[in-house]
């Protein structure tokens, strides 16, 4: 029967033969190697199978912004500008319509399609939208920001408040649907769908 350090010792052979690549041995069995009490094994696996050095001079902020630049080449970032923004805020992007999504449950993939896909189905605190008489004949609509005995506060679709007295409002209804519409990632590709909700599950932001 064939003791450990034998068997070690005709892998790394074979490795030294080439009728083994180096990269098909796997990393935790070289490391185990290396540490092998048997002298020959370690001096023969510092031979064939050698530590990884990274080169002198390398510049790792470089290979980040490397990384970086193909994170930011794909489309999920650009989907969200074009689609979401207007009315979402994401990080330090986005408009104020809606609810900010910075601290949205986004890393729950079937709470956010649900949202997205159906977003009648559970319309969120702060996505409901109210249309609001007041007594002196004004017609106003927008998502209810605030609300308490002396104010009510509306948030319009360009994003400025409005601030109404009580006093003021003849009559206010919630329409019982979302603004958000349906049916808007319809026309993604498979890999458009995939950029964008990976992009809406990070928890840092990608660009400033």
Same mark, same amino acid.
């Given at each position: 029967?064939? $003791? ?18 180096? &990269?098909?041995?796997?990393?935790? =069995?070289?490391?185990? =190697? *290396?540490? +092998? @009490? ?30 970086? @630049? ?17 009315? +979402? @805020? ?17 890393? &729950? ?7 997205? /896909?159906?977003?009648?189905?559970? /319309? ?6 109210? !249309?609001?008489? $007041? ?11 605030? *609300?308490? $005995?002396?104010?009510?506060? !509306? *948030? ?6 409005? $601030? !109404? ?14 603004? =958000? ?12 769908? *995939? ?6 599950? /990070? ?6």
């Amino acid at each position: 029967m064939r $003791t450990r350090a034998q068997w070690s010792l005709g892998l790394l052979l074979a490795v030294q033969s080439g009728q083994v690549a180096a &990269n098909s041995v796997p990393a935790d =069995m070289v490391g185990r =190697m *290396r540490g +092998h @009490k048997d002298t020959a094994v370690k001096e023969l696996v510092a031979k064939v199978l050698p530590p990884v050095v990274a080169e002198a001079g390398v510049d790792w902020k470089l290979e980040v912004a490397e990384v970086e @630049k193909k994170m930011k080449q794909g489309t999920g970032e650009a989907i969200f500008m074009e689609r979401c923004a207007g009315c +979402h @805020k994401l990080f330090f992007k986005g408009g104020k319509v809606g609810p900010e999504l910075t601290n949205y449950q986004r890393n &729950n993939l079937s709470t956010m399609l649900t949202s997205i /896909i159906n977003p009648n189905a559970e /319309i969120r605190e702060g996505c409901q939208y109210y !249309l609001v008489e $007041t007594k002196d004949g004004r017609s106003l609509s927008g998502f209810l920001v605030d *609300r308490d $005995t002396q104010v009510v506060v !509306l *948030r319009g679709l360009e994003g400025e408040d409005i $601030t !109404l007295r009580v006093s003021e409002v003849k009559d206010m209804q919630a329409m019982g649907r979302s603004l =958000m519409p349906e049916g808007w990632i319809d026309d993604l590709t498979d890999a458009q769908l *995939r950029d964008f909700f990976a992009y809406m599950r /990070i928890s840092q932001p990608i660009t400033r």
